[in-house]
């Protein structure tokens, strides 16, 4: 009876500890309707004290060690640029992907063909995925983005410009615009508006373009930021709200994406090594980067909390990104060593599969699509390969 009476005593303590927690992980994530809701009807304080994320941290405890494995994809070698092929972007339908070069060119692929040319039965003679090539830079392309509404790429270079280039137009060449800046345009990134751009630069600060007058805004309100504070890569989140810099001093910088002030710096987040790239999670609230401390990490956007530490690939030499899936259960990146595409599983941060890479020499790049399980490397070896899920 005795026995009886303590467990359930045991258990009460249990569920209102387990109830303190569901309220507070709601209230802490500003879903305070539910929250209320939750509190009311265990009859749990509002203002129940738990530490930050320790709902999540359990879960992910009890996750640990069950990790989902990656799906098998195929690959296919597309296309060659004349030189080391530097960057690659998928448009935010998926549709399309572009790939720069260092040749100065930039080739434009429609995912359904490249789809097409893959299947292993194309009795309709050769099928080209490549719909168009855009020559109009003077020296090697750096970053692309792709207009969130409109038929229009754009291109950031090492010669200081910024080039809008319609490819509606089955014969258009050239750029239709330019923007000229002052410094090596290293990273371009939309508002998903379309309304304005941001590019990164040599510049420590970003540099943030009207689309439609080209007049530039700088932050006033900025952090200390050394000589070496270039920037290697600029994304706006998903509701253009925020907008992250990867910067070259090894810091990962969080900016008001209305105010353009910088909000948080994460100073050395990849040590004294390079930050070499950084992206949001869709729903805003975490931040993936790579740096050349040869780790991926991933940060909580709220407190600037390192959350996930993903280690296992080396990449201390090129300038290469690490990314989400599609569905962002996985995280991708490459190892320049064993010239591998490294997977992990985000949630419990175990390395699921390593997969040659295809590509003579370490890719330089690794690009999802947003919608599908696919994704885009190019390499040193001047190649791009798609890969997609053998279904």
């Not at 040599?202 to 200390?224: A, G, M, R």
């Not at 993936?288 to 990490?297: A, E, I, N, P, Q």
């Amino acid at each position: 009876m005795e026995n009886s009476l303590e467990q359930t005593l045991q258990d009460g303590k249990l569920y209102r500890q387990l109830n303190s927690l569901i309220v507070a992980h709601l209230r802490d994530n500003n879903l305070n309707q539910a929250a209320s809701a939750v509190a009311s009807a265990t009859m749990t304080p509002l203002n129940a004290e738990a530490p930050p994320n320790k709902l999540l941290e359990l879960f992910a405890k009890d996750t640990k060690g069950s990790s989902k494995s990656f799906p098998k994809h195929e690959t296919r070698h597309l296309s060659e640029h004349k030189n080391i092929a530097r960057c690659a972007r998928f448009c935010r339908d998926g549709r399309f992907v572009a790939t720069g070069s260092a040749d100065t060119s930039i080739k434009l692929f429609e995912v359904a063909k490249i789809k097409q040319m893959m299947l292993p039965d194309a009795r309709d003679g050769p099928v080209r995925p490549v719909i168009r090539t855009f020559y109009d830079h003077i020296q090697p392309i750096n970053d692309l983005d792709f207009h969130p509404q409109n038929t229009v790429l754009i291109s950031g270079a090492k010669d200081h410009t910024i080039k809008f280039f319609d490819f509606s137009k089955m014969t258009a060449k050239r750029a239709f615009r330019v923007i000229q800046d002052t410094h090596n345009v290293r990273s371009v990134s939309f508002h998903p508006s379309g309304d304005f751009l941001l590019a990164g630069t040599d510049h420590p600060i970003p540099h943030l373009y009207d689309v439609n007058t080209f007049q530039c805004y700088l932050s006033s309100n900025v952090p200390e930021i050394g000589v070496n504070g270039a920037i290697n890569q600029v994304r706006y989140s998903s509701t253009g709200g925020m907008y992250v810099t990867a910067s070259k001093d090894g810091a990962v910088r969080l900016w008001d994406g209305v105010t353009a002030n910088c909000v948080r710096s994460i100073v050395s987040a990849h040590g004294t090594a390079e930050a070499t790239s950084a992206n949001f999670t869709k729903d805003q609230r975490f931040v993936l980067s790579c740096g050349k401390d040869s780790t991926v990490k991933l940060w909580e956007v709220g407190t600037g909390r390192l959350v996930k530490q993903y280690v296992g690939a080396t990449h201390m030499q090129l300038r290469s990104q690490a990314v989400f899936n599609d569905t962002e259960e996985f995280v991708l990146s490459i190892d320049e060593l064993s010239n591998e595409i490294v997977i992990w599983d985000a949630m419990t941060a175990e390395k699921v599969a390593r997969w040659p890479s295809n590509h003579i020499g370490a890719p330089r790049w690794l690009e999802h699509s947003p919608t599908e399980a696919a994704f885009v490397s190019s390499g040193t070896d001047r190649s791009i390969r798609f890969w997609k899920e053998v279904l």
